[in-house]
């Protein structure tokens, strides 16, 4: 089979598609910022860190808050958003001896929504 004979999409042997190389190349990932966003998608992978973000989309709680909502002790709570904290997926603010959490900013509350919508729409 020759070149001209494969379909569109097949790829063998040492043809190379210089054009798709190329468009490819311009999008590839540095491997730092691909090892971040990996990071990300880590912890996102987390069915408990899930449901923090989803409680925090509309506003910001305090650990004792969060725990209460999920039924969990506020040590567990603590500990998962140490994580998210580390990795600018929360923010914390501190009011005399509460800290109050929130999302760190709009694009892990789009990012939170277009996985949802994903996972519902199928």
Request: hydrophobic share 40%; glycine share 6%.
């Amino acid at each position: 089979m020759t070149d001209q004979d494969k379909s569109p999409g097949q790829c063998g042997g040492e043809h190379t598609d210089e054009a798709a190389v190329r468009i490819a190349a311009r999008h590839l990932l540095d491997e730092r910022t691909a090892a971040r966003l990996a990071e990300t998608f880590k912890a996102l992978s987390d069915p408990t860190r899930v449901r923090l973000i989803s409680a925090l989309q509309e506003t910001e709680l305090c650990v004792g808050d969060l725990a209460h909502c999920l039924n969990m002790e506020q040590s567990a709570v603590s500990h998962q958003l140490r994580m998210l904290r580390q990795l600018r997926i929360v923010r914390a603010r501190r009011v005399g001896r509460h800290i109050f959490y929130a999302l760190d900013d709009e694009h892990i509350l789009t990012l939170f929504l277009q996985g949802l919508s994903h996972v519902q729409h199928g």
